[in-house]
């Protein structure tokens, strides 16, 4: 971890840009408008290879030295990035062998970005080479601040190259073939293997794959991506130790990447994020989002600091079409992040092309150029982000939330008794659940430092090592609060189901033993004896000395308890054997929460209202993001960074937001 000072200073700001898109004219126009907007970081050269390297080691970083030198002399920094998220035409034509297969054995061509295997040679051959070639140019120009290597890491392959490397990879995990037998359960369907060339990656089969399998390959990935990072972040370190080194992260359940597990491996956590959701959902998804990446940021550098890195100016990606962001979005999506540690908002991108596959995707100067809404609420934000140089500090979360990569991808098996169950759908649920009651939350990885938090819940954390028990255990000991969910604990981490009832590792800590599960089916609801219905999952559960709080009050289940609560000396440990619905999981958070002795952020603050404080030994900054379309009252007192003006007791204009320096 190199040492940088990307928690100091002022916040970045600014987005993808791509000289290579326009001729030198429009550079000119692009300086004097990043100067306008207050922009002082752009990434550079993401998808440049072809360009930079039009032949094999044949490079021409002439119109690189002229960009660079542009934006430094307009006061522009640049994260410069390695190109190899997208190999250029003649990489493809002449190594045939590293383009990817996927899991049916089809081979995938040239045409589109991604293109390559991280596991065939000649691809991590020409990408050292191509960020040696930017590393001994570039490592020491003015403009550079920051090295953006490759883009949104999550490709996988199944080609003979994968599949030697898979096996040299199983091996060292599993020791040798009877450790690989045990772990992946292979007596089960004839599956024992008895040579390593047996082996393969799990391609496509005739019904239900391996569940071990696919969950080794999927970890497998995790670390041949992170592998061909490192790769490359070493010769850019060796070239200049003080520049920072990152990648950025992509969201997604298709992604093979355990972020939290890289997390030590880049100098600053910087993540893309584009909300799905045209609803509200936008505003609960960028909270989870910053939360997960502040997360990320604690476990490798110890601090709150991270880095926006890609989001969209005036558009959420939704399924089939474009949903165009209401006036003042992009502001408050853009605040939230900062105001749970982001140390800048960058977007994809600069200026929408005018040709190739992304060519209607946001852009901060839109087709309609700089006289435009989106280019004035740009600059609206640039001008902003100015006045924030002195937040600073921790975030406050009393609850922390458990999210593991691992647990996800084993919930994705079909043999499963339930498509409905998803890790990160339950992760999603529980922290809309407290974003909605008010509550800070840090989303933790199994074994993360829990500091000071009053309550830890575990949403369908289905995998469970000795580790991650004694983690758990220990917490409790503490006098920290616990609430669990339906599929925690119920399998060790080789997905193999741990016997004697569920949820396996934590029967006894939380006082229950379950003994069925009833999955419900699409729109089936159960009637709660306190209120509210069930949802997705329900089960038998057997009291062992924990208490009910409210049971299944009616169908074959009627009666039984459906949550519960045990006493573990001075804490409480809680289970909930069913997805509640929305507005009786948010009321059960809150009771556990208040149980544990947390409070939400801003007790007086009405729905709809976000609120966020960062703390430090200086002060506190209160963050305020009005989401809905109404003036709301707002019972709190500060000087308003947003305005300079004092912030008394009084309404928040609708869609608007607050950032109070409290007294």
């Not at 290879?49 to 006061?75: I, K, M, V």
């Not at 090295?147 to 599949?163: I, L, S």
């Not at 910087?270 to 909270?287: K, M």
């Not at 004896?529 to 924990?546: I, M, Q, R």
Request: aromatic residues 8%; negative net charge.
């Amino acid at each position: 971890m190199q040492t940088n000072t990307w928690g100091e200073g002022p916040l970045r700001y600014g987005g993808d840009y791509n000289p290579e898109q326009w001729p030198e004219r429009v550079w000119r126009e692009d300086v004097a408008l990043m100067r306008r907007a207050r922009v002082n970081l752009v990434t550079v050269g993401v998808f440049a290879w072809s360009r930079l390297e039009p032949a094999p080691g044949r490079y021409t970083f002439d119109w690189l030295d002229r960009a660079l030198d542009l934006l430094h002399d307009n006061g522009v920094r640049v994260a410069l990035a390695t190109p190899t998220a997208s190999p250029p035409p003649w990489f493809s034509l002449a190594h045939p062998d590293a383009l990817p297969v996927t899991a049916d054995g089809v081979r995938l061509h040239h045409g589109s970005r991604d293109t390559y295997c991280a596991a065939a040679p000649a691809y991590r051959s020409a990408a050292r080479n191509i960020a040696a070639a930017l590393a001994d140019r570039y490592a020491h120009h003015p403009a550079l601040a920051l090295w953006h290597v490759h883009n949104e890491y999550g490709t996988t392959c199944h080609c003979e190259h994968a599949a030697a490397a898979f096996r040299r990879w199983l091996a060292d995990r599993h020791g040798d073939l009877d450790g690989l037998n045990d772990a992946w359960a292979t007596s089960f369907w004839s599956q024992h293997y008895t040579d390593w060339a047996q082996v393969t990656t799990p391609r496509a089969t005739q019904y239900l794959a391996n569940p071990g399998h696919l969950l080794d390959f999927r970890r497998f990935w995790s670390q041949t991506l992170l592998a061909a990072y490192t790769e490359q972040r070493d010769l850019l370190r060796a070239a200049n130790p003080a520049v920072p080194v990152t990648t950025n992260y992509v969201l997604g359940d298709w992604v093979p990447v355990d972020h939290a597990r890289w997390a030590a491996a880049v100098d600053l956590v910087a993540i893309d994020h584009y909300p799905s959701a045209v609803d509200g959902g936008a505003e609960e998804q960028t909270a989870l989002a910053a939360d997960l990446a502040r997360g990320w940021a604690r476990r490798g550098t110890g601090g709150d600091g991270w880095l926006l890195m890609e989001s969209a100016p005036n558009q959420i990606h939704t399924a089939g079409r474009m949903h165009t962001k209401e006036p003042g979005r992009m502001l408050r999506h853009s605040l939230a992040h900062v105001a749970r540690g982001s140390r800048g908002v960058l977007f994809f991108q600069w200026r929408a092309p005018a040709g190739g596959a992304e060519r209607f995707h946001s852009a901060l100067v839109p087709h309609a150029g700089p006289d435009s809404r989106v280019f004035r609420e740009a600059v609206e934000l640039g001008g902003l982000l100015e006045r924030l140089d002195e937040v600073e500090g921790r975030v406050e979360a009393p609850v922390a939330v458990v999210r593991d990569a691992a647990s996800g991808w084993a919930l994705r098996h079909p043999g499963l008794p339930s498509g409905r169950v998803d890790h990160d759908a339950e992760v999603a649920a529980t922290h809309r659940a407290l974003w909605r009651a008010g509550y800070g939350c840090d989303v933790l990885a199994p074994g993360d430092r829990l500091d000071g938090h009053r309550l830890l819940v575990l949403p369908a954390v289905y995998l469970a090592d000795a580790a991650t028990v004694d983690w758990v255990r220990e917490h409790v000991q503490a006098g920290g609060h616990l609430l669990v969910t339906y599929l925690s604990g119920v399998a060790d981490s080789h997905g193999r189901v741990r016997l004697g009832g569920y949820p396996g590792a934590y029967r006894n800590l939380l006082g229950v033993r379950v003994e069925e599960f009833h999955p419900l089916a699409d729109g089936e609801r159960l009637p709660l004896t306190g209120g509210g219905t069930a949802t997705v999952w329900s089960e038998t559960v057997h009291l062992t000395g924990a208490r009910p709080v409210t049971a299944y009050a009616s169908g074959v289940l009627a009666g039984r308890p459906a949550v519960t609560r045990h006493d573990v000396g001075a804490a409480t440990a809680w289970y909930v054997s069913t997805r509640p619905d929305e507005d009786t999981y948010r009321r059960l958070l809150t009771e556990a929460a208040r149980a544990a002795g947390a409070m939400p952020t801003c007790p007086a603050a009405p729905p709809g209202v976000e609120a966020v404080r960062r703390r430090s030994d200086r002060g506190s900054w209160l963050f305020l993001l009005n989401h809905t379309d109404q003036p709301q009252q707002i019972p709190v007192s500060g000087v308003n960074l947003l305005t300079g003006d004092l912030f008394d007791n009084q309404p928040l204009a609708p869609n608007a937001a607050a950032i109070l320096r409290e007294p």
